[in-house]
C-alpha cells in the first residue's frame, strides 16, 4: 500500500494504491474493512471531521508482472 499527494497545485487530493492478487480478494478485504475496529474508527473520523470531501476508486492492470 501507498499513499500519496501532490506537491503542487492541488492540496486536497491524495491517492492510495493497494495490491491484491485478483479482484476478488479486494472484495473480500473490502467487505471485511466493514467489520474491523480500526477502520471503522477510521470512517467515522473522516464523516466527523469531513475531511474526504469525494471517494473515487478505479482499478488498474500492471503493465509488468
Do not use: W
Amino acid at each position: 500500500m501507498g499513499i500519496f499527494y501532490h506537491l503542487k497545485e492541488k492540496n486536497n487530493v491524495a491517492l492510495a494504491l493497494f495490491t491484491f492478487d485478483s479482484f476478488t480478494s479486494y472484495e473480500k478485504y473490502r467487505n471485511e474493512s466493514f467489520n474491523d475496529e480500526e477502520c471503522i474508527k477510521a470512517f467515522q473520523y473522516a464523516e466527523d471531521t469531513d475531511c474526504i470531501i469525494s471517494y473515487e476508486r478505479s482499478f488498474f492492470r500492471p503493465i509488468f508482472s
